[in-house]
C-alpha cells in the first residue's frame, strides 16, 4: 500500500471534499482518511455484491463477523469477549444516543469531557438532558481528564451516566491503567454508568496499550464500549460498528432502547468489517507507521508558526492545534483565509483552536504547512 497516493475524491461527493469544492481550500476536518481500502477489504466486497443478493440479514447470523471482531480484542487488546456480548449498530453516533435512551431517566445529567466529539457534546440536547462538562488539563506535558471535576460532576444525584472517549477525540490522549481506575472508581462510587466511545482505538501512535473500558474488572458490569473498524480501515460509509456490553440486562436494555429507531447494520459492512479484522493487520501496521511520521511531521511544523502550538497526541490522526497565540476572533476564518479547512475548535468547545486530519499523503501536509505560513504552493 503506497499510502502516499492522492486519490481524486471529487466524484465520489465525500462529505469532505463537497464542503470546499470550487474553492482553493485543502480540507483537512472529518475523520476519514486519504487511504484506500485494503485490497482484502475490496475483494471481499467485490465478492459479496458479484453475490447480487442483498435481502435482510441478520448480525447475529453473520457468525464469520462476530468471531473477527472476538478474535481482534483477544489479539489487540488480550481481552477475551463472549459473542453474545456484542450488540451491533449502525455508528457510534447512534449507539451512545441509543444508550442514553437505555439508562437515562427525565432531568437526569450526562456528563461529557471537554474539548470533545460535536455529536457527544449534543448527545444529552437531543435528548432532552441535562449535560456537564468536564474540562482537560495538562500533566506533564500531556493532556487529560481533570479528575476532580469529574469526581465532582459525579457526585450529582441526577448524574447517571459518563460518555467517554478513549483515545480522545481530538486531544489524542489513550487513558493508562491509573486513569481508568480512577474513572472506574469514581463511576462506581456514584451510580454513575460509562458509556467508552473507543473507535480510534486500533489507531495508537505511541507505544502505550489501549485499555478497553468493559474490560476493566470493575466497570466490566455497568458500562459500554463501543468500537468499529470504520476509523481505523477508512469504511465509515459502510456504517457498521459494535457495542460490547458483558452485562446482560443492561444489554437488554439497550437493544430495547433501539427498538425501532436504530437500523440494522448493512451487509457490505459486516463484509468488510470481517475482512479488516481477519486479513488486514499488515496494512493496519504499514498505515500506524505513516501516521505516526505524518504527525511527527505536522507537530514539529505546526509548532514553527508564531501563534500556534500543539501537543503530539499518543492516538488518531487527528491534530489539536492551539491557536490563541494568533488573538484573532475566529481562528476558523483565519485558516481558511490561508487555503487550509479543518474543524472549527468551537464546535468541540474551544473557539481559540481548531483540528487537523493528518490521514492523508504526506504531500497535503507539506501543502498545509506552506499555506498556513503565506508561502506559495
Not at 227 to 237: E, H, R, Y
Not at 294 to 306: A, G, P, Q, S
Request: charged share 20%; net charge negative; glycine share 6%.
Amino acid at each position: 500500500m503506497n499510502f502516499s497516493d492522492k486519490p481524486d475524491r471529487r466524484w465520489s461527493k465525500a462529505h469532505k471534499w463537497e464542503k470546499y469544492k470550487g474553492t482553493d481550500i485543502l480540507p483537512m476536518w472529518i475523520a476519514d482518511t486519504e487511504f484506500r481500502c485494503a485490497e482484502p477489504i475490496l475483494s471481499a466486497l467485490h465478492q459479496r455484491i458479484d453475490d447480487g443478493l442483498f435481502g435482510y440479514t441478520s448480525p447475529a447470523h453473520d457468525t464469520d463477523a462476530c468471531e473477527a471482531v472476538v478474535a481482534w480484542c483477544q489479539r489487540q487488546y488480550n481481552w477475551k469477549i463472549d459473542p453474545s456480548w456484542l450488540v451491533w449498530t449502525p455508528g457510534v453516533v447512534p449507539a451512545f444516543n441509543v444508550a442514553i435512551k437505555a439508562y437515562c431517566q427525565a432531568g437526569d445529567t450526562v456528563i461529557v469531557q471537554t474539548p470533545n466529539y460535536p455529536p457527544i457534546l449534543a448527545a444529552a440536547g437531543i435528548n432532552h438532558l441535562n449535560r456537564t462538562c468536564i474540562g482537560s488539563i495538562k500533566v506533564a506535558g500531556r493532556w487529560t481528564l481533570d479528575f476532580s471535576a469529574l469526581e465532582a460532576a459525579a457526585a450529582d444525584p441526577k448524574a447517571s451516566l459518563f460518555i467517554m472517549c478513549n483515545p480522545m477525540n481530538p486531544l489524542g490522549t489513550v487513558l493508562n491503567q491509573a486513569e481508568l481506575d480512577t474513572i472506574a472508581a469514581i463511576c462506581t462510587k456514584h451510580g454513575v454508568m460509562l458509556c467508552s466511545d473507543e473507535i480510534h482505538c486500533d489507531l495508537i501512535l505511541d507505544d502505550v496499550p489501549h485499555l478497553p473500558a468493559s474490560a476493566h474488572p470493575e466497570l466490566a458490569e455497568h458500562s459500554v464500549t463501543l468500537m468499529a473498524a470504520s476509523k481505523t480501515f477508512n469504511i465509515a460509509g459502510l456504517g457498521t460498528s459494535f457495542a460490547i456490553i458483558p452485562n446482560a440486562k443492561l444489554r437488554a436494555a439497550f437493544n430495547h432502547a433501539a427498538r425501532g429507531i436504530m437500523p440494522s447494520v448493512t451487509v457490505t459492512g459486516l463484509t468488510a468489517t470481517n475482512a479488516a479484522f481477519r486479513h488486514c493487520d499488515e496494512w493496519h501496521q504499514q498505515q500506524v507507521a505513516y501516521l505516526t511520521e505524518n504527525r511527527d511531521y505536522l507537530v514539529t511544523e505546526i509548532n514553527k508558526i508564531d501563534g500556534l502550538k500543539a501537543i503530539a497526541p499518543a492516538a488518531t490522526f487527528l491534530l489539536w492545534v492551539d491557536a490563541s497565540g494568533l488573538q484573532v476572533t475566529d481562528t476558523q476564518a483565519w485558516c481558511e483565509a490561508k487555503g487550509v479547512g479543518p474543524s472549527a475548535g468551537k464546535d468541540f468547545g474551544d473557539k481559540d483552536c481548531f483540528r487537523l486530519n493528518f490521514g492523508c499523503s504526506r504531500d497535503y501536509l507539506v501543502e498545509a504547512i506552506k499555506k498556513l505560513q503565506g508561502r506559495d504552493v
